[in-house]
């Protein structure tokens, strides 16, 4: 009897050591899952916050999604310039100004692409919804030309829009208004309309105010 004792408390000594090994393996094994987490969690932080200057529709993104946070540093950036002519830091300044009557929480884009392109420069649409306080969307639609530099890409600033690009970029708008992504655009800027009555005057009142 006391032998067939002592082998069985051998025998869960041993199962004990066993599990307290498994239990060790699985707690390291959590730990390391957690700690890759949150390194994963850190990168995505830090390179969601720049501005994008590989695509034309990078840093037509990145404008936007700066212009709708207020931050007028990282608008500039999107210019290749080291030194902002008045014209480029009034657009800026304009563009922060229009977003914020409209009192954004969030952007959400929609598409973003070409309308066309050459040699010297990409003509690039961006629509988007403005998210406000209210949760609605309020539909959006604009366009940059953006010109590549150092193999990067940089939205033209006002003073190098040449009367020549300008009136080809205007034959451009008109054959993209016929696209569905812009009677899309439309279609979802009327409804709106219709379910907020009003609204255009009531921003207009807070930009001229």
């Known amino acids: 009897m006391t032998t ?6 051998k025998k869960s000594v041993k199962k004990l050591k066993y599990s307290n090994k498994k239990l060790n393996f699985v707690h390291i094994a959590t730990l390391a899952g957690i700690i890759l987490i949150l390194l994963v969690i850190v990168l995505a932080a830090r ?4 501005i994008s200057h590989r695509t034309p529709e990078g840093v037509v993104e990145g404008y936007i ?3 709708a946070a207020g931050k007028n540093k990282k608008m500039q950036s999107c210019y290749s310039a080291d030194k902002l002519s008045d014209e480029a830091k009034t657009e800026i300044s304009s563009t922060i100004k229009y977003f914020q009557a409209h009192g954004v929480k969030d952007v959400n884009i929609d598409s973003c692409g070409s309308i ?12 988007y919804n403005l998210v406000l306080e209210n949760e609605q969307e309020y539909p959006c639609i604009s366009t940059y030309l953006v010109k590549v530099q150092d193999k990067k890409y940089y939205l033209y600033a006002p003073s190098e829009i040449s009367d020549k690009i300008s009136q080809q970029a205007a034959k451009d708008y008109q054959k993209f208004m016929t696209t569905k992504t812009y009677t899309d ?4 800027y009327e409804v709106f309309l219709k379910k907020n009555p009003g609204y255009e005057d009531k921003i207009a ?3 001229n105010g």
């Not at 067939?4 to 408390?9: F, G, L």
């Open 47 to 50: 390179g969601c916050g720049k």
């Open 4 to 9: 067939t004792k002592k082998k069985r408390r």
């Open 185 to 188: 655009y439309t279609k979802a």
């Open 116 to 127: 066309s392109e050459n040699k010297n420069y990409s003509y690039v649409y961006i629509r």
């Open 65 to 67: 999604k700066a212009a």
């Open 205 to 207: 009142g807070k930009l």
